[in-house]
């Protein structure tokens, strides 16, 4: 089975300041791993994804991962957060199995203050 | 955000009503998905077609009847639905046959079930 824990449900920081969103997860296979952000009324923005090459990857607006392996942990970053990346982020597992499915992790909601 | 588009974006209607939820995917992808986002709750997978046939089903109730006429278009059949059946329903949509497929989003269809 596989899980995706996203350990803080809210996260707040003043404009300027570095963001970091975190993200653990369980598998019993070689994942695949994705950020998504979801603006509010809004579908799904792939931000970014980890499939086996190199461990930082880098997104759009300035957003970054760290895949760890011995960690289990794939946390979002971005060096000076702006007012634009308020909204809800979601940190997403694929095992690489041959099935399709999506596991979520229940959403951090990034607060961005001025 | 063109890419994968959902209509209606609103939708509210009766428990005795038939409703249905149209996607149309403009990314020559061949796997198509239906989720459900509720209030407090992961996103969850609801059906996956691949190349127009239904490869998973999770355990969905059968008011909720999808179909895939062809490989651009998912629909989501509604009928004597619940009030716990309101919920933002999003559409996705990728590229099945690449070992690291990714899944794009539609902006959503928020139902409201009276």
């Known amino acids: 089975a596989q899980s995706v824990t996203q350990l803080d449900s809210h996260v707040s920081v003043s404009e300027g300041t570095p963001v970091l969103l975190r993200c653990n997860y369980s598998?019993?296979?070689?994942?695949?791993l994705f950020w998504y952000v979801q603006h509010p009324n809004k579908g799904l923005q792939l931000l970014l994804k980890?499939?086996?090459?190199?461990?930082l990857v880098k997104g759009i607006n300035g957003f970054e991962a760290e895949f760890k392996k011995s960690e289990t942990s794939f946390h979002l970053t971005k060096p000076s957060a702006h007012m634009s990346d308020a909204a809800e982020y979601f940190c997403?597992?694929?095992?690489?199995?041959?099935?399709?499915?999506?596991?979520f992790g229940s959403g951090t909601r990034l607060q961005v203050q001025p | 955000e063109t890419g994968v588009t959902q209509t209606p974006r609103h939708l509210v209607m009766g428990m005795t009503n038939k409703k249905s939820l149209k996607c149309e995917q403009h990314?020559?992808?061949?796997?198509m998905y239906w989720y459900k986002q509720s209030a407090k709750k992961p996103l969850e997978l609801m059906f996956v077609?691949?190349?127009?046939?239904?490869?998973e089903n999770n355990s969905v109730p059968s008011r909720f009847s999808p179909e895939c006429p062809n490989s651009s278009h998912l629909f989501l059949h509604l009928h004597t639905l619940q009030p716990e059946d309101s919920a933002l329903y999003l559409c996705?949509?990728?590229?099945?046959?690449?070992?690291?497929?990714?899944?794009?989003f539609g902006p959503g269809t928020r139902l409201t079930v009276l």
């Open positions: 077609y691949s190349l127009e046939e239904r490869v």
């Open positions: 997403v597992v694929r095992m690489d199995t041959g099935r399709r499915a999506l596991t």
């Open positions: 598998s019993s296979y070689s994942p695949s």
């Open positions: 990314l020559g992808h061949n796997a």
């Open positions: 996705a949509s990728s590229q099945a046959d690449r070992s690291t497929d990714t899944q794009y």
């Open positions: 980890y499939t086996s090459a190199a461990t």
